[in-house]
């Protein structure tokens, strides 16, 4: 299966760049290029990706809301945010509008190939550690995570084994690994991945993630 992507960038020498690393894979096309987000939203209701690379600062319509618009589209793409810093609030910004994950354009090409693939199985969570780092970054200056009652009522509708899970998740495992480490069948974790996040009422487990570092349910470096 060729999976198909859509290149997002203001600057042309950046698309570039990543088209001729993904044009070196057999399994993955690059079908498109967009120099802002509504260009990419009308790119992307013409030739239908599988997943989006998206910048996060640009004209017009940034990638925050470009984000925003296209897992509004049905059958959705996967959108991965390329940024330059690690730590941008706008890279964050667009996790909680529901990009699913994120990349530096300084990133390795093999490690862009990678969260390419990844994200579009959609069975794992996209580099988690980098996730851990930003999130940390994020609470930095704070000594806890600010209280938030709607965190503690969604939190409380899990069930302990789904506790169990989305600590799992956070800590970056796939499905088929965190069935290994809790001795389950692997249908009976994407049944309990998916309580999880109807539960928390969040589309995706990046976002299932957030919360739980933001609610304190997971600390970061824990």
Known sequence: MTLTVLLVDDEPLVRGGLRAILAAEDDIEVIGEAG?????????????????????????????????????????????????????????????????????KRDAPARIVHAVRTVARAEGLLYPEALRALVASRAAGTAAPPPSADHERRLARLTEREREVLRLLAAGLSNAEIAAHLVIGLETVKSHVRGVLAKLDVKDRVQAVIVAYESGFVRPGA
């Open 36 to 104: 802002d987000g509504a260009e990419a939203l009308a790119q992307a209701r013409r030739s239908r990706p599988d997943v989006v690379l998206m910048d996060v600062r640009m004209p017009r319509v940034d990638g925050i809301a470009a984000t925003r618009l296209l897992l509004e589209l049905p059958d959705p793409p996967r959108v991965v945010v390329v940024t330059t810093f690690e730590n941008d609030n706008y890279v964050y910004d667009a996790l909680v509008a529901g990009a699913h994950g994120f990349l530096l």
